[in-house]
C-alpha cells in the first residue's frame, strides 16, 4: 500500500479554508481508496467530522427529482454507516423528500450542521455518475448552502471527485456557446485537483513491500520493465504483479519476478481484457474520443490541448503529453486501443485459411524476410482493402490499423509489435520482434 497523502497535496489546506473543489483521476487510479484514506484521517485527527459519499446508486437516473432523493439517501446511507459522526433519522425528512426535493438538501444539510459540534466536510465520490440535470439541481442546492454559510452554518467543505475536470463537468451540461448565468452552480468550485500516477519509486516501493512480507524478489530490470510498460498507472502495476504471483506462479514465493515474467502477465492482461481495459475501450466509440485518438495513429493532424476534448480524453487515463507530443497513456493503453480498433480484421484473419504467418517469411538463419512480408502485404491489401475500410469507424487510419493486424496474424505466438504512435510526429513507427532481432517499420501517409 502507497501512502494516499503523498500522491495529492493541497487537499488539507483547501478544507481549513472552507473551499468546494473537484478531484479528478483516471479510471481505477486510487481516488476511492486516497477518499477513505483521507476521510479516516480527518476524523482522527478530531477538528471535522468527516462523510465519504458514493454517488455511484444515482448511475443512468435521469430525472432530476428522483436524484435529488437518491443522493439524499446515498448521504443518509453514508452517515448511518460512519459510527463516529452522531446522526438520527427524523421522521420530517419523509415529509420533506415528499413535498419539497427541490430544496431537499439544502434544509437537511444546514439543519444536520446545526446538530452538530464540529464542522462537517464531505467527500462525494463517484459524482460524475450524476446526469445533466441532477448535476445542475445537485449543485444548486449545494450552492443555496454555500452562499449563506455567514448566516446559517452548512458543509464546512466538499469534493465532487471522478474522472471528469470541472471544464468537461460544464461541458456535459451547456454546448460551448452557451452560459449558466452568473448564478452558476460552478461558482463555489475554487479549484480542480488530480491524482498522479505512481512515480518509479512508488513502484519499487510498492513490489519491495510484497518481498518483504513473503520473501519473493523482484528483479530490478523486472521493476524497469513495469514502469516502461504501465508509466505508473496504479491498476495495471497492481494487475501485471497479480498475474504474475497469483496466474503464473501460485504459490511458489522462492521464484524471482522475472522481465520474462512481467512480459507474459502483460500480454496475459492485453488478451484478456478484464473490466478496466474494456471500460476504457468502449470509450473508443465516441466521436470526441475518435477526434483525437485518429490523428494520434496516424501521426498526423493537429489537436488543440486546450480543447474539451482533448482534456477529457487525458482525463480518462488513454493519452498523456510526452514532449509537447501525444501519446497514449502507456504500451499497454496503445497495444489494447489499436487491437480493439483493427479488431474486425484480426478477427476474420483467425478465423481464415490465408497462409500469412510467421514460418512463410523466415529465411534458413530464420529471420523475417521483410521484403516478402511486405509484397504479401501488398497483395493482400489489393484484395480485402476496399470492402474492410469501409467497416472501421476510424476510416483515416484504417490503413495504418490493417497493416498491424496483418502483422499481428504474422508474429502472433512467435513475438510481439512494439508500437509508438505520437501525433504530430508526421509517422507511425512499428517494430517487429522476432528470436532477439528487430524489424522496424516507418508509417507514412502519402
Not at 411 to 426: E, P, T, V
Amino acid at each position: 500500500m502507497i501512502n494516499a497523502s503523498t500522491r495529492l497535496q493541497g487537499v488539507e489546506q483547501l478544507i481549513d479554508d472552507e473551499q468546494y473543489f473537484v478531484i479528478h483521476a483516471a479510471r481505477q487510479s486510487g481516488k476511492t481508496t486516497y477518499l477513505q484514506d483521507l476521510s479516516k484521517r480527518l476524523n482522527a485527527e478530531g477538528k471535522y467530522y468527516s462523510l465519504y459519499c458514493s454517488l455511484e446508486k444515482t448511475q443512468n437516473v435521469v430525472e432530476p427529482e428522483r436524484g435529488i432523493l437518491l443522493i439524499f439517501d446515498c448521504i443518509v446511507l453514508a452517515l448511518q454507516k460512519m459510527s463516529s459522526i452522531p446522526f438520527t433519522y427524523d421522521e420530517s425528512y419523509e415529509r420533506d423528500k415528499k413535498n419539497r426535493p427541490l430544496v431537499l438538501l439544502t434544509l437537511f444539510l444546514m439543519n444536520f450542521v446545526k446538530s452538530l459540534d464540529k464542522p462537517l466536510v464531505i467527500l462525494f465520490d463517484e459524482a460524475d455518475c450524476l446526469s445533466e440535470g441532477m448535476l445542475i439541481t445537485f449543485l444548486r442546492q449545494l450552492r443555496d448552502g454555500y452562499n449563506d454559510r455567514s448566516i446559517t452554518p452548512f458543509v464546512h467543505s466538499a469534493a465532487l471527485v471522478g474522472m471528469r475536470n470541472i471544464r468537461d463537468y460544464k461541458a456535459k451540461v451547456r454546448p460551448d456557446s452557451a452560459t449558466l448565468g452568473s448564478a452558476s452552480p460552478f461558482n463555489i468550485v475554487t479549484k480542480s485537483l488530480t491524482l498522479q500516477n505512481f512515480t518509479k519509486d512508488e513502484i519499487i516501493q510498492l513490489y519491495h513491500q510484497h518481498t518483504a512480507e513473503t520473501g519473493q524478489r523482484c528483479e530490478d530490470d523486472a521493476i524497469d520493465l513495469v514502469w516502461e510498460q504501465t508509466q505508473g498507472q496504479p491498476w495495471l502495476v497492481n494487475a501485471v504483479a497479480r498475474e504474475i504471483i497469483v496466474e503464473i506462479l501460485p504459490p511458489d514465493y522462492q521464484k524471482p519476478v522475472t522481465p520474462e515474467l512481467v512480459n507474459e502477465a502483460i500480454q496475459n492482461i492485453i488478451l484478456n481484457r478484464p473490466t478496466h481495459i474494456d471500460s476504457l475501450l468502449e470509450r473508443l466509440k465516441e466521436e470526441r474520443v475518435r477526434k483525437v485518438i485518429e490523428p494520434m495513429i496516424l501521426g498526423d493532424g493537429f489537436i488543440d490541448k486546450e480543447s474539451d476534448d482533448f482534456l477529457y480524453i487525458k482525463d480518462l487515463g488513454l493519452i498523456r503529453v510526452d514532449n509537447a507530443q501525444i501519446r497514449p497513456s502507456n504500451p499497454i493503453y496503445a497495444e489494447v486501443i489499436v487491437r480493439k480498433l483493427s479488431s474486425i480484421t484480426q478477427s476474420e484473419l483467425q478465423q481464415s485459411e490465408y497462409p500469412y504467418q510467421i514460418p512463410r517469411y523466415l529465411t534458413q538463419d530464420r529471420r523475417i524476410d521483410m521484403n516478402f512480408l511486405m509484397r504479401d502485404f501488398q497483395q493482400f491489401w489489393r484484395e480485402h482493402s476496399p470492402i474492410w475500410i469501409k467497416r472501421y469507424d476510424y476510416q483515416e487510419a484504417a490503413p495504418h490499423l490493417i497493416l498491424m493486424a496483418f502483422l499481428q496474424r504474422v508474429i502472433n505466438g512467435g513475438g510481439l509489435i512494439i508500437r509508438d504512435m505520437a501525433a504530430g510526429s508526421g509517422r507511425l513507427d512499428l517494430c517487429l520482434v522476432y528470436e532477439e532481432q528487430k524489424y522496424p517499420i516507418e508509417i507514412k501517409i502519402r
